[in-house]
């Protein structure tokens, strides 16, 4: 008997929320190379709604919502809220927080792609990482998007260490379907 969700497929779109849908369009369609699909919005809603199916504060507006798609990986649903709720953090949170995150692009050539970035004026942090143990064959760097929120560049075109006696691999933007 299988466990967890009924039906689950997998990732179908990952929400995040930006200071500046336009700023942040810009950056995800002509840094990243995204495409951009389409917007959803104004929402404002009466009563305890958006606390109840959304969890922020009740009068918060949700001005608009964008999608786009990033290739093979899940679809981007990106929000602005207005005015932003009174306990809304104002910065993105670091890696280190509760509930802290990143998003990680794979490229087929990570020092072409990091040295596309830095010529884009893109904030990298440090140089490219070699991974161990079993993401031996991965190299991987972080960088900055305008507002703050990091974002991952991984690459491992000869697979990672783990795969040579694996039972299950990761899932693979490159081979989406095995």
Request: some cysteine.
């Amino acid at each position: 008997m299988a466990s967890g969700i009924p039906g689950l497929v997998g990732t179908e779109h990952i929400g995040f929320t930006v200071p500046d849908l336009d700023q942040a369009q810009a950056f995800f369609v002509d840094v990243i190379g995204c495409e951009y699909v389409y917007s959803l919005g104004p929402f404002v809603r009466e009563g305890d709604w958006m606390l109840d199916h959304m969890n922020v504060s009740p009068r918060t507006v949700m001005r608009e919502l964008r999608f786009f798609r990033c290739r093979t990986g899940p679809n981007f649903e990106i929000f602005q809220y207005e005015p932003a709720a009174p306990d809304a953090a104002a910065a993105p949170p670091l890696n280190s927080d509760v509930g802290g995150h990143h998003l990680a692009f794979y490229v087929d050539d990570l020092d072409e792609a990091v040295a596309y970035l830095r010529e884009k004026g893109v904030r990298v942090l440090g140089e490219p990482t070699a991974s161990s143990s079993h993401s031996s064959g991965q190299r991987w760097i972080y960088f900055l998007t305008p507002w703050g929120m990091q974002l991952e560049l991984v690459s491992y075109p000869n697979g990672k260490a783990y795969e040579s006696d694996a039972d299950i691999l990761l899932w693979h933007p490159a081979r989406p379907t095995l």
